[in-house]
């Protein structure tokens, strides 16, 4: 991991699929903020910047300026709300502190935004593009386990044998791993993704033994 990660001169940032992102209305279109995972790996740069940004206060206001987790809300005098505005803060706000929101967008066409130091960039602002960046950590969200376009998560999923399926998990809470074989231990070693979750404590090996001995050899050993 430590040789994959430190070869890489940007920043991993996962991004949702853009019907994810947050969005206002601005004077020219719309203003959107890129929702990405909580699991990011930043660049030195990156993270310097981030960290001092946090101290002086930058963003501090961005969920009540998004309205966040807001059903709807008034914007000069009309009832505004797609019931896309939702998330917490450490999924919005890196992205929007290092490289600011994007504006004057139109929602009707597709655009693609330069950003330094963005892994697997251009960003693109487009329906179809799916996930986005470098997605460095698996983890079941089943809403957006089909979701088109770009889509590592639904690789891994496929790769893995019936006894490995992972439960599927809410809304509210991603999926998990309480069983896996040998076989989908070793499909998550070959898939893109560093870091998986979530596991159980002690999980089952599928077909017997021991899960922890098993998973040492095939990720860390083979």
């Not at 699991?39 to 309205?67: C, N, Q, Y």
């Not at 130091?117 to 329906?127: Q, T, W």
């Not at 070693?189 to 077909?207: E, H, M, Q, W, Y």
Request: aromatic share 14%; charged share 15%; with cysteine.
């Amino acid at each position: 991991m430590y040789s994959t990660l430190s070869l890489r001169s940007g920043s991993d940032f996962c991004a949702f699929p853009s019907n994810e992102w947050a969005d206002i209305p601005g004077a020219s279109g719309l203003e959107m903020a890129v929702k990405v995972h909580q699991w990011i790996t930043l660049a030195r740069p990156h993270a310097e910047r981030a960290s001092v940004m946090w101290a002086s206060g930058k963003g501090h206001d961005f969920m009540s300026k998004f309205k966040m987790n807001w059903n709807s809300y008034a914007w000069n005098n009309n009832t505004y709300g797609d019931n896309r505005n939702f998330g917490c803060l450490d999924e919005f706000w890196h992205m929007a502190a290092l490289y600011g929101t994007l504006s004057h967008v139109d929602a009707a066409q597709d655009a693609v935004v330069s950003l330094a130091l963005f892994s697997n960039g251009p960003l693109r602002i487009s329906n179809q593009a799916g996930w986005q960046g470098e997605c460095d950590t698996f983890v079941m969200w089943a809403k957006y386990l089909h979701t088109a376009g770009n889509n590592p998560f639904n690789r891994l999923h496929s790769a893995l044998d019936p006894a490995s399926v992972p439960h599927g998990g809410n809304s509210q809470r991603p999926g998990w791993w309480d069983t896996i074989s040998s076989y989908g231990i070793t499909a998550i070693k070959n898939s893109d993704f560093l870091f998986v979750r979530k596991f159980i404590d002690n999980p089952t090996l599928a077909g017997g033994g021991d899960f922890t001995a098993e998973y040492s050899r095939v990720v860390f050993m083979m």
